[in-house]
């Protein structure tokens, strides 16, 4: 079945239908989601999802916008939580050079802090990583001993995507790669192996085409699995099961 790597579904997009939508993954074929973490105020509703649906599996982390959250009140807090509530990943983490309403040096240091956790807890991370990619890369080799996550919604060279799987990383792929203008990430897609990639949507964002503006979901995983299935030469049910394989490895979910 289809392992979803990367969703957030305490969005408010989702307010209205939430509980309908996530009743109905499993007869679409989708096996497992990862709720990433992302703001520390969406925390409480992340847990209630991920308690109520045993399919939905829990990443703790703040997003680099949000590195405001990771106050001295709240790194505590974040740690008994992650003892107690054992999520499968650290994340999502990293840099976003994209705006500048977050300063480098406030991001950098909130990266590392959660870096260390993931190493403290013996977790995998969910790395998110945007007009920052050299550093992203550096900050990891230097900080992550362990060496174990995914580069999320990958959107670097191919060359930057083999350097990742040398280290260590797993490639997330998502609606992206349908997109007329993602030449990039489908030359990535194409060419590193299969053993390498996770399945992704971030949704609420990135619906892949037809629906490239739309809310996103984890029911068009198909669209982006079919796809990576053309663009190799292979079928789609072989890049469904080799990622759920991969997946099911780096967040240890049976
Ligand atoms: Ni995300």
């Given at each position: 079945?289809?392992?979803?790597?990367?969703?957030?579904?305490?969005?408010?997009?989702?307010?209205?239908?939430?509980?309908?939508l996530l009743?109905?993954?499993?007869?679409?074929g989708?096996?497992?989601?990862?709720?990433a973490?992302?703001?520390?105020d969406s925390?409480?509703?992340m847990?209630?999802?991920?308690?109520?649906y045993?399919?939905?599996?829990?990443?703790?982390?703040?997003?680099?916008?949000n590195?405001?959250?990771?106050?001295?009140?709240?790194?505590?807090?974040l740690?008994?939580?992650i003892?107690s509530k054992?999520?499968?990943a650290?994340g999502?983490?990293g840099?976003?050079?994209h705006?500048?309403d977050?300063?480098?040096?406030?991001?950098?240091?909130?990266?590392?802090y959660?870096?260390?956790?993931a190493?403290?807890?013996?977790?995998?991370?969910i790395?998110?990583?945007?007009?920052?990619?050299?550093?992203?890369f550096d900050?990891?080799?230097?900080?992550?001993?362990?060496?174990r996550?995914?580069?999320?919604c990958?959107?670097?060279?191919l060359?930057?995507?083999?350097e990742?799987?040398?280290?260590?990383?797993?490639?997330?792929?998502?609606?992206?790669?349908t997109?007329?203008?993602?030449r990039?990430?489908?030359?990535?897609?194409?060419?590193?192996?299969?053993?390498?990639?996770?399945?992704?949507?971030?949704?609420p964002y990135?619906?892949p085409?037809?629906?490239?503006?739309e809310?996103?979901?984890?029911?068009?995983?198909?669209?982006?699995?079919?796809?990576?299935?053309?663009?190799r030469?292979?079928?789609a049910?072989?890049?469904?099961?080799?990622?759920?394989?991969?997946a099911k490895?780096?967040f240890?979910?049976e």
């Amino acid at each position: 079945m289809i392992f979803e790597t990367h969703s957030h579904y305490d969005d408010p997009a989702y307010d209205e239908d939430r509980d309908l939508l996530l009743s109905h993954m499993k007869e679409n074929g989708i096996g497992n989601i990862i709720c990433a973490g992302a703001a520390w105020d969406s925390i409480p509703l992340m847990l209630k999802i991920c308690d109520t649906y045993p399919f939905c599996h829990l990443a703790l982390g703040i997003h680099p916008d949000n590195s405001a959250d990771l106050t001295p009140e709240h790194r505590p807090e974040l740690e008994a939580l992650i003892a107690s509530k054992k999520p499968c990943a650290i994340g999502e983490i990293g840099l976003d050079y994209h705006y500048d309403d977050v300063p480098p040096e406030v991001q950098r240091e909130g990266f590392i802090y959660q870096l260390k956790l993931a190493e403290r807890f013996d977790l995998p991370v969910i790395i998110h990583s945007r007009d920052a990619a050299e550093e992203t890369f550096d900050v990891i080799k230097e900080n992550l001993p362990s060496k174990r996550g995914v580069i999320h919604c990958f959107s670097s060279s191919l060359e930057m995507a083999e350097e990742y799987i040398k280290l260590g990383f797993l490639i997330g792929i998502g609606g992206v790669v349908t997109f007329k203008n993602g030449r990039k990430l489908k030359e990535v897609a194409q060419n590193i192996p299969l053993t390498s990639i996770l399945l992704e949507t971030d949704c609420p964002y990135l619906a892949p085409v037809p629906h490239r503006g739309e809310r996103n979901s984890s029911l068009y995983i198909p669209l982006i699995a079919d796809e990576i299935a053309s663009l190799r030469g292979i079928s789609a049910d072989e890049v469904i099961a080799v990622t759920e394989s991969n997946a099911k490895k780096l967040f240890n979910i049976e």
